[in-house]
């Protein structure tokens, strides 16, 4: 499961969330602000966005997940290959 949880107003109830998601099993991967220290109790990985205006905050945010879909695309396309089958179906 992939959290965006930079927005302080829904902070403790992201967090609630996540440990239940956590707690069946699920690998959990969040967007979180530099200064979030509780993120890591929750999460599997944190991608690390500097914490800014909540009007720009969408904007910071979308960096990093389209560095991780990047990341993960090139995962995919490694896998594929390997095992000899188009990455493309």
Do not use: C
């Not at 959990?28 to 009007?55: C, G, N, Q």
């Not at 997940?65 to 396309?77: C, G, N, P, T």
């Amino acid at each position: 499961m992939i959290a965006i949880a930079t927005d302080p107003a829904m902070h403790e109830k992201m967090l609630s969330n996540l440990s239940e998601v956590k707690a069946r099993g699920a690998s959990v991967v969040a967007v979180a602000t530099d200064d979030d220290e509780m993120i890591e109790s929750v999460a599997d990985f944190v991608l690390r966005v500097p914490a800014t205006e909540p009007m720009f905050t969408p904007m910071v945010d979308v960096i990093s997940l389209q560095m991780f879909a990047y990341a993960w695309r090139a995962v995919l396309v490694e896998t594929s290959t390997g095992r000899g089958t188009s990455p493309r179906r």
